[in-house]
Each structure stands twice: as structure tokens, then as C-alpha cells.
């Protein structure tokens, strides 16, 4: 099982859209972008379940890394800029599964809201200079090494169209 992105990153590419000027084709294009690689990082990472109990984080933080690139669609990044976009929405998204137990779910919804500014953020930094690890999903302390399931070299990653070292 997978989980869904929509909560993070809908509304932050559609006031990306909105800021750039886009195309409503733009916007969809942008939307069905980030579900594409949102589902496909938290299924490369064990999916939604795998990531919380092995490591006791809520999986919807690597919907940031994807809102970073939905939110960098409009905006016509280019493919180190998409790389940076990434890394730099990494470093400002995290949070336990802690968040499950509280009585009210407040905390659910804020972190959301956290790796949705995380890619509304990341993009514009990239798109203007700021730089982050060339490769936050394939370095050797990125986001497979840290999340994946297997072994660095038992991975299959054909499904992400990234080859392993």
C-alpha cells in the first residue's frame, strides 16, 4: 500500500500554477507529476507501512521531495534545478509517527502543510541558484540509503527508471 500525496501537494501546485501564470493543462500536468513521483518514493522505500514501522516516520514526508518537483513544472526547471529542488525540500521535511496518537490530529495536518511549503519553497530556490546534493535520491547517505528496505546492492529500482551504483 502506498500513500497519498494529494494532502501535500495539490494545493501547493495549484498556488505555484497560479503564481507562474500557468495553464489550467499546466496545473493537471503538474499535479499528476507529483502523485507520479510521490507514490513511486514511498513504494521504492517499502510503501507506507514499511517506512513506519521500520523507522517510525510518517511516509508522507517524501511527498515533499514530489511537491518540490510538481511545484518546479511550472516553472520549467531544468534537470540539475529539479535535482536541487529535491534535496533542498529534504532537508526541511521530517516527522515520527508520534504524530498518529495525539487525540486531535493537529500535528497531521501542520506536517502537511510543512512538506507542501517544503516544495513550494525548494523550487524557487533551485530555480534562482540555491543548491543542494546533486543526487538526494541515489547518494550514498540520500534517500534510498537511508529509507530503502534492501541493501545497496540488492536494489531494483526499474519502476524510478534510476540505475543503482
Known sequence: MSSDPGATLVHAVMAMAERQGSTGATALNAVALGYDVGI???EAC???FEVKERHHLNSDFLHAIATSVACGRPMGLDPG???HAMALATFQA???CALFHEQRHISKAF???QYAMAG???APMACTGFEGCDDVLGDPHGVFDAWERM???KRRRGHLAVTSP
Open 151 to 153: 541493501p545497496r546492492q
Open 120 to 122: 513550494v519553497s525548494a
Open 46 to 48: 517499502g510503501g507506507l
Open 94 to 96: 521530517n516527522s515520527l
Open 81 to 83: 534545478q529539479y535535482g
Open 111 to 113: 506536517c502537511n502543510g
Open 40 to 42: 513511486r518514493l514511498v
